[in-house]
T-cell receptor, first 115, second 110 residues
Framework: EPEVTQTPSHQVTQMGQEVILRCVPI?????FYWYRQILGQKVEFLVS????????KSEIFDDQFSVERPDGSNFTLKIRSTKLEDSAMYFC?????????????FGQGTRLTVV | GQNIDQPTEMTATEGAIVQINCTYQ??????LFWYQQHAGEAPTFLSY????GLEEKGRFSSFLSRSKGYSYLLLKELQMKDSASYLC???????????FGGGTRVLVKP
C-alpha cells in the first residue's frame, strides 16, 4: 500500500540551528501539507502546497519556515533558526487531485526536539 | 476563521457505543473528515461527509448537518483497540486547507 514517508523519525537540534524535515508524498498525489503537534496538543495546520506554490499558510508559518519541492518526489520543511517552542511532532500529508472527498494521508512524523 | 469544538475526553465500556460530537463554525465548507490517532502515531482516515446525513462504515458511522454546523462519529461494539483520540477536521477547498479540532480522547474500559 502506498504511504507517505518522513525522515528522520527523530531530530535533536540546538536552538538557533537550521533543520530540514523531509517527506516523500504518495507518488500520484499533488496536494501536500505540513502539520505540527506539540505534545498533548492538537494537530495544527502549517501550510498547504499545490502546483509548486503555497496555497495557504497559518500564522504559525512565519518567515522562519519555508517549504520546497526540490525534485519530483521530495517535499521539505525548513526551519531557519529553531526555537525551543518549535519542539513538536511534524507531520507531512498528501492528497490526490480530483474530488474533494479524497482523504489526506499522513506520514509517521518527525519528532523535533530543540535544546 | 474556523472554530471546531469537540469534547476533550470520553470513557466507555468494551462492547458499548460511544458518540463523539463536533461542532464547527467556518467561512467556506467543503466537507468534514474524522481521523483516529493513537498516541505517538499519525492520524489515520476514518470517514468523510459532505452532504447531510449518515455515512456507515462497519462499526463506525459519521453524521453531518451542514445547517447546524454539527457532526458526530458513532463507534459501535467498542473494542479495547479503539482507545485513541478522534479528530474532527473541516476541509475548505479555497486554500486546500484541512483544519483539525482538538480531538476527543476515548478510553475503552473492560
Amino acid at each position: 500500500e502506498p504511504e507517505v514517508t518522513q525522515t528522520p523519525s527523530h531530530q535533536v537540534t540546538q536552538m538557533g540551528q537550521e533543520v530540514i524535515l523531509r517527506c516523500v508524498p504518495i507518488s500520484n498525489h499533488l496536494y501536500f501539507y505540513w502539520y505540527r503537534q506539540i505534545l498533548g496538543q492538537k494537530v495544527e495546520f502549517l501550510v498547504s502546497f499545490y502546483n509548486n506554490e503555497i496555497s495557504e499558510k497559518s500564522e504559525i508559518f512565519d518567515d522562519q519556515f519555508s517549504v520546497e519541492r526540490p525534485d519530483g518526489s521530495n517535499f521539505t520543511l525548513k526551519i531557519r533558526s529553531t526555537k525551543l517552542e518549535d519542539s513538536a511532532m511534524y507531520f507531512c500529508a498528501s492528497r490526490a487531485v480530483g474530488t474533494p472527498n479524497t482523504e489526506a494521508f499522513f506520514g509517521q512524523g518527525t519528532r523535533l526536539t530543540v535544546v | 476563521g474556523q472554530n471546531i469544538d469537540q469534547p476533550t475526553e470520553m470513557t466507555a465500556t468494551e462492547g458499548a457505543i460511544v458518540q463523539i460530537n463536533c461542532t464547527y463554525q467556518t467561512s467556506g465548507f467543503n466537507g468534514l473528515f474524522w481521523y483516529q490517532q493513537h498516541a505517538g502515531e499519525a492520524p489515520t482516515f476514518l470517514s468523510y461527509n459532505v452532504l447531510d446525513g449518515l455515512e456507515e462504515k462497519g462499526r463506525f458511522s459519521s453524521f453531518l448537518s451542514r445547517s447546524k454546523g454539527y457532526s458526530y462519529l458513532l463507534l459501535k461494539e467498542l473494542q479495547m483497540k479503539d482507545s485513541a483520540s478522534y479528530l474532527c477536521a473541516v476541509f475548505k477547498a479555497a486554500g486546500n486547507k484541512l483544519t483539525f479540532g482538538g480531538g476527543t480522547r476515548v478510553l475503552v474500559k473492560p
